[in-house]
């Protein structure tokens, strides 16, 4: 399977219910590796603010995201519910990160049935940011 970000971003509309939000984007690290450039930063909202990762395994910036493999993290809880399972069975959740074990506390039915590897709306937000800035480039 191709794991690259628009391949996440064409799951994610059908896994959530929108992906725009109007949240302060904040861009912390860029730190090339040695196979992967490691991209970090914070969504804050009015009462919350949620950590985000992006390894795009590519060192030429703007990095093409159609030709990039990626490995993403969020800390929000719908990331945790819907999205890191999924991506961590596809190998697209960012290193350092395990699934966190949450326990299902409703009758409801999976908020991912289809088990699409997907991202939530804060890395999503992050990426556009990223573009808007130069680094990355083709997001659809
Ligand atoms: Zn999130």
């Known amino acids: 399977m191709n794991n690259n970000l628009n391949k996440l971003f064409e799951n994610s509309k059908l896994v959530q219910s ?7 984007i904040i861009i912390e690290k860029i730190i090339p590796k040695d196979d992967h450039i490691l991209f970090t930063g ?3 909202g009015e009462d919350k603010e949620y950590d985000v990762e ?3 395994f590519d060192l030429n910036i703007p990095i093409d995201v159609n030709n990039c493999k990626v490995k993403v993290f969020c800390s929000c809880p719908s990331f945790q519910f819907r999205n890191e399972k999924y991506l961590n069975e596809v190998d697209a959740l960012a290193d ?3 699934v966190r074990e949450y326990e299902k506390k409703t009758s409801k ?10 991202v939530c709306k804060h ?3 992050f ?3 990223l573009e808007e800035i130069g680094n990355l480039k083709n997001l659809k």
């Open 109 to 118: 039915k999976s908020m991912n049935p289809d088990k699409l590897p997907s």
């Open 54 to 56: 992006l390894q795009l």
């Open 42 to 44: 914070k969504i804050v």
């Open 127 to 129: 990426a556009l940011k």
């Open 96 to 98: 350092g990160h395990e």
């Open 123 to 125: 890395i999503y937000q």
């Open 18 to 24: 929108k992906l725009k939000n109007d949240r302060n």
